[in-house]
């Protein structure tokens, strides 16, 4: 019998200020708390030569905790007189967000305060066990897993300025000087704000796998295998959750009971994930491999909008976007409905809950299939040759969307007079909510690949080259993840496939070649001889842009963020001949869209006909190189000189160009990744 017992701990503190000095700035980290706590044990009986039981038992706690850089200073109402924010210690302090458009952010992070203290405990038994040409294991596997979520926002609001209402009637439309006019009279086109909670999370597994190792031959070996996987969807420990109801159109809070009603999602009983894999051994220079494999996707991080732990009546998230219409009639006391509310009137109380959260009471759990076959081929001595194809397939994935998003308005509607935001909420399908957060599992993704690896391990040179030629389509990006206009939110929810297109991560070509040599050259001499050389060079495709136009006119939903259910849309191809991208003749960095090409359509038909993410951007070409030698002092003492070259040839790689087609910045690149950068280092062993 044999046992051990391992324990470890890890604390960081960070403190990020803001780029702006004072109450003004702190749209930054702040400071960030996090640590990590693990202590494990494990049993190992050997019953006999061919049959061994282990059993692991760990426990683990994460913590992270993050407060803005000014949390705890003088609040909006000792500041600026502005009320209705709240004054507790971990959430006051620092200037409300304001996001003018064309500027940056003033004032603090939107998602600040935030908390996560997950804590995991698994346990573990396993059977291994050899009976002739097999090799069994077998075994069972508990997890349960708890969470401290404090993770809605904004908690200190956000006001939006880029209604300009500021403009003269003969004004330039994306002239952004009349939206910073807008803040200085506190004139905010849209305003948020949400409460706080601290959510009990909660989700089990039982996990049972048996697996078969068997060597049929010398030559072939068959690897076998089937899981099933019960695990439960995140119910609440102290059953304060609530899921909207879309066949009775209300909201409905739990009453506890079994896992199923605790979390007001079915449990999914159907989770079998079988493993196949095969070596065979063709020759003594050839081997091919293959295998294909499920699996199901149990946590999808989506910033909690999939935790209806923090759902209404326990959180409130509220939103309003404000009428020109409106500017005449201001609000009074509380009031927010068809009148003008200013940033200088403050946030009203007792606010409802414009935002619900809803996941599909029957939704299963997501799965990925993974396949492969590889060929590998001992080309010469202390050469390989690896050449695989590489493909995975996901399905009932899931995607974030307004499941209450509004019907486009009508010509009808419009030639009597009504606008977009008069109309939007009687536009909606369901009468008396706003926004509903949904999870739904419409999401897909497929990826196909070609991978080809050459490595050569020799006595001076090392040599590794690997190159990529893929494809990878979805129909949605992840939460939280967005590049160059990526998103996790389709343009409409109705129809998540007209999403399909290639992923935001989606890169064609990738070849990537490293390389160390140890110069042969003047091997006796101290100071000539003995120096190393390496490089890894990397070449690379650019990356999909998706074009979009954001809708500020409630022409289908209130002007959400991404991970609560807002729309990505996108413009118009005029000319699919001429395509989205600017000429060859005039294409640069300053003008890499065919402007003249795309158009925002219609407010009564707002999807647009350009593709998501058709468009790729400038490829990354990159040289890296070191130089570097050890010197021995003496027995004790060995000094080592390396000296690195980061993009030797001092490329100039382009980042992607702005992709809201409404901006005055549009096809413009703001930024390059990192020049040439030398380092010189001496380091002292002894």
């Known amino acids: 019998m044999g046992s051990f017992f391992r324990y470890s701990q890890r604390r960081q503190d960070i403190e990020q200020p803001g780029l702006v000095t004072g109450f003004s700035g702190g749209n930054a980290l702040g400071f960030l708390n996090t640590y990590n706590q693990q202590g494990t044990m494990g049993l190992t009986f050997t019953k006999s030569p061919t049959e061994v039981i282990e059993y692991r038992f760990s426990v683990t706690r994460l913590g992270m905790d993050r407060l803005p850089a000014q949390v705890g200073g003088q609040s909006m109402q000792d500041l600026f007189g502005i009320s209705g924010l709240p004054t507790g210690d971990r959430i006051r302090g620092g200037v409300t967000p304001q996001d003018i458009v064309g500027f940056g952010r003033i004032g603090r992070q939107s998602t600040n305060p935030q908390a996560q203290f997950p804590t995991t405990i698994n346990s573990r038994l396993n059977l291994s066990k050899i009976v002739g040409k097999h090799s069994f294991k077998m075994g069972y596997e508990l997890l349960q897993l708890n969470i401290m979520v404090d993770d809605t926002n904004p908690l200190y609001g956000i006001d939006g300025y880029g209604g300009l209402y500021s403009r003269p009637a003969d004004g330039t439309a994306n002239n952004t000087i009349y939206a910073l006019a807008d803040f200085y009279t506190g004139a905010r086109a849209s305003y948020q704000i949400a409460t706080q909670v601290e959510a009990k999370v909660r989700q089990q597994a039982h996990w049972w796998y048996f697996q078969d190792d068997f060597k049929v031959s010398d030559k072939l070996t068959l690897n076998l295998g089937l899981r099933y996987e019960l695990t439960s969807p995140f119910y609440d420990g102290d059953d304060k959750l609530a899921n909207w109801n879309p066949a009775t159109n209300q909201l409905e809070v739990t009453k506890g009971g079994s896992i199923s009603e605790r ?51 326990f959180v409130t998230r509220f939103s309003r976007q404000n009428s020109a219409a409106n500017l005449g009639n201001l609000c009074g006391g509380n009031s927010f409905d068809n009148c003008f509310r200013t940033r200088e009137q403050g946030y009203p109380t007792n606010l409802p809950s414009n935002v619900i959260l809803y996941t599909q009471r029957d939704m299963p759990f997501g799965y990925i299939q993974n396949w492969h076959v590889s060929l590998q081929y001992n080309l010469l001595k202390n050469t390989l040759i690896d050449v695989a194809y590489v493909g995975n397939k996901g399905s009932l994935l899931p995607l974030l969307g307004d499941f209450n998003q509004a019907r486009p308005i009508t010509a009808a509607e419009q030639a009597q007079g009504l606008t977009t935001l008069g109309t939007l909420q ?41 190159f990529t030629y893929s494809k990878a389509i979805d129909n949605v990006g992840q939460v939280l993840e967005g590049t160059n206009g990526g998103s996790p939110n389709p343009q409409d929810i109705r129809n998540p496939k007209n999403d399909r297109g290639a992923s935001s991560f989606d890169q064609r070509f990738n070849s990537t070649t490293s390389f160390s040599y140890d110069l042969p050259f003047f091997k006796k001499n101290y100071v000539l001889g003995g120096w190393n050389v390496a490089s890894i060079i990397t070449l690379t495709s650019g990356q999909p842009l998706n074009l979009r136009y954001p809708d500020n006119d409630a022409r289908l939903s209130d002007g959400q963020a991404d991970f609560l259910g807002n729309v990505a849309l996108r413009p118009n191809l005029i000319d699919p001949a001429l395509g989205a991208k600017a000429p060859d003749a005039v294409r640069d960095y300053t003008n890499y869209f065919n402007r003249a090409n795309l158009a925002i359509p219609n407010a009564n038909s707002p999807f647009g006909n350009l593709g998501r993410n058709v468009v790729y951007g400038f490829p990354l070409y990159q040289v890296d190189f070191t130089v570097a030698k050890s010197f021995a002092l003496t027995e004790r003492f060995k000094l080592m000189f390396r000296s690195e070259f980061f993009n030797l040839l001092n490329k100039t790689n382009f980042s992607a160009p702005t992709v809201d087609v409404t901006s005055a910045a549009f096809g413009r690149v703001s930024s390059t990744f990192d020049p040439r950068a030398v380092q010189l280092a001496l380091k002292l062993s002894f």
């Open 263 to 313: 979390a007001l999602r079915n449990l999914d009983k159907n989770n079998f994930a079988p493993r196949i894999g095969a070596a065979y051994k063709v020759n003594s220079k050839t081997v091919v491999r293959g295998g294909y494999g499920l699996g199901y996707n149990y946590w999808n991080r989506m910033a909690s909008s999939e935790l209806l732990s923090t759902n209404a009546p």
């Open 426 to 466: 009687a536009r909606r399908p369901y009468a008396g909510f706003g926004n509903i957060t949904s999870v739904v599992p419409t999401g897909f993704s497929n990826y196909n690949g070609l991978q080809m690896k050459f490595e050569q391990r020799g006595k001076y040179l090392q040599l590794l080259s690997s």
